[in-house]
């Protein structure tokens, strides 16, 4: 079998079979071959129109990005590429910037031009992997390179990024969406997204209000004249910045960033969610209030018992 990829949209699933043969070529061979596909959600918020790359690491190196797998974020940031030839290794995911990429502002609930990449990095790729791809998974992927890279320095890196944002409640596993469809039985794992949004959105809270956030000259990520695109690349990188290794970090940078995010209030924010009916919403939530986010439930389609029960849960799963 060939190294072609071949993109597969999530909605076709029930394709994957005949996909994975017809980029044989026809011959009798790689028909053994498995499929493996990594799906997730880019998000910083969400981003629109992202153009995604899945790249192999190879001898310690991520392969050039002609040669990875591609595909592009919906309207939800969602992606899902499938490799015909079964590899399973470590890999690099990449969401960039394209015609029309937009990141969707918590603040205000309006999109943004995305102008950025944000990376992840997996140890291993199986037949069905979940990456989310955040400021928060770039700072893995910053602390791991381009160099030397395998299984275990990712691993290292995510563990080390989750120890560090561990005040925040922040695991990278997580979902950037409150999944009702999927998840709407477990208030616990919906918690854990509802605070992964929150967190993402005090990222953009903070790429507007903290001028304590420094770009590599001492300039103020906020500083005036910058537009919001600017101001998120800008604080991302600040973050990113604070990885001096897999295991280790630069303190002061860690300090800085921490007081930043922690003190921003994360009121009147617009919260994505995947409803039970696999509708998509935004809701304008109080992600501080009980009450708001009961209501937000209810809006999306929860039983007023049902969404007291599941908020009594998610609340105490949220870092305020």
Known sequence: MSRNWVRVSKFVVPLIGLLALSACGGGGGSVGVSLTT???????GLVKQGKVLVC?????????????????????GSFAISMTDGYT????????????STMLDETTGTDTPYSMTMRAVVPAISAATSVYVTPFSEMAA???????????????AIATVQTMMAGLGLDLTVK????????????????KQANMVQQLTRVMMAAKNAGSL???????????????????????NAMAGAMTGVATTDQAKVAVILAALSGQNATAA????????????MALVDMTSSQSMQSAMQRAGM????????????MPGMMR
Not at 89 to 94: F, L, N, Q, R, T
Not at 142 to 156: E, L, N
């Open 303 to 314: 039983t007023t018992t049902a969404a007291a029960s599941a908020v009594n849960i998610m």
């Open 214 to 236: 420094k770009d590599s000259n001492g300039a103020a990520c906020n500083a005036a004249g910058s537009s919001t695109s600017q101001q998120v690349a800008c604080v991302m």
């Open 142 to 156: 910053s602390a791991v390179g381009t160099s030397g890279v395998d299984a275990d320095k990712i691993r290292q």
């Open 270 to 281: 617009y919260m994505p969610m995947l409803k039970a009916d696999g509708t998509f919403d």
């Open 176 to 191: 950037p969406v409150v999944d009702l469809k999927n998840n709407g039985l477990d208030a616990s794992i919906m918690g």
């Open 89 to 100: 290794g470590p890999a690099m995911i990449k969401v960039m910037a394209a015609v029309g």
């Open 38 to 44: 990594v799906s997730g959600t880019a998000a910083k």
């Open 56 to 76: 192999r690491i190879v001898n310690g190196t991520p392969e050039a990005d002609a040669t990875c797998a591609t595909g592009t974020t919906g309207a939800d």
